[in-house]
């Protein structure tokens, strides 16, 4: 099956926004379990895609990386899910100001990992 370019780049979008209608219409359980599975699915769709299009498929095997590769790559996409269970769950000033912080990192480590990774590796 092969779908539209239009429809496959923004499927995981499309995961993203389910699981965000999904916890706001309703606290059950089970709406709460299925937006979790759709998170789940956009994140590991993304980086899917990202491990499939990086340039520098190789990295230089002589880097000694602190955390797991398969931590490093999923740890973005689970610190904008605390922020957004913090900030559905409390009041607190306190909390949601570090939920805000949660979703900066998030967000500047996504964009740093797609700006070095799109780039062909240099030399120097």
Same mark, same amino acid.
Request: aromatic share 16%; glycine share 4%; charged share 15%.
């Given at each position: 099956?092969?779908?539209?370019? #239009? #429809?496959?780049?923004?499927?995981?979008? #499309?995961?993203?926004?389910?699981? %965000?209608?999904?916890?706001?219409? %309703?606290?059950?359980?089970?709406?709460?379990?299925?937006?979790?599975?759709?998170?789940?699915?956009?994140?590991?769709?993304?980086?899917?895609?990202?491990?499939? &299009?990086?340039?520098?498929?190789?990295?230089?095997?002589? /880097?000694?990386?602190?955390?797991?590769?398969?931590?490093?790559?999923?740890?973005?996409? %689970? /610190?904008?899910?605390? %922020?957004?269970?913090?900030?559905?769950?409390?009041?607190?000033?306190?909390?949601?100001?570090?939920?805000?912080?949660?979703?900066?990192?998030?967000?500047?480590? /996504?964009?740093? &990992?797609?700006?070095?990774?799109?780039?062909?590796?240099?030399?120097?």
């Amino acid at each position: 099956m092969i779908l539209p370019k #239009v #429809v496959y780049e923004n499927l995981p979008y #499309v995961y993203f926004i389910i699981s %965000g209608y999904l916890l706001s219409i %309703g606290k059950a359980w089970p709406m709460f379990f299925s937006a979790i599975l759709f998170y789940c699915a956009g994140c590991i769709t993304l980086v899917v895609r990202s491990a499939h &299009r990086r340039l520098d498929k190789h990295p230089t095997k002589s /880097l000694r990386h602190i955390l797991p590769e398969l931590i490093y790559e999923y740890m973005p996409y %689970g /610190l904008a899910a605390i %922020g957004i269970f913090i900030i559905m769950f409390t009041s607190n000033s306190i909390f949601q100001f570090a939920a805000f912080t949660l979703f900066v990192i998030a967000l500047r480590n /996504l964009m740093c &990992r797609h700006n070095n990774r799109s780039k062909k590796p240099s030399k120097f």
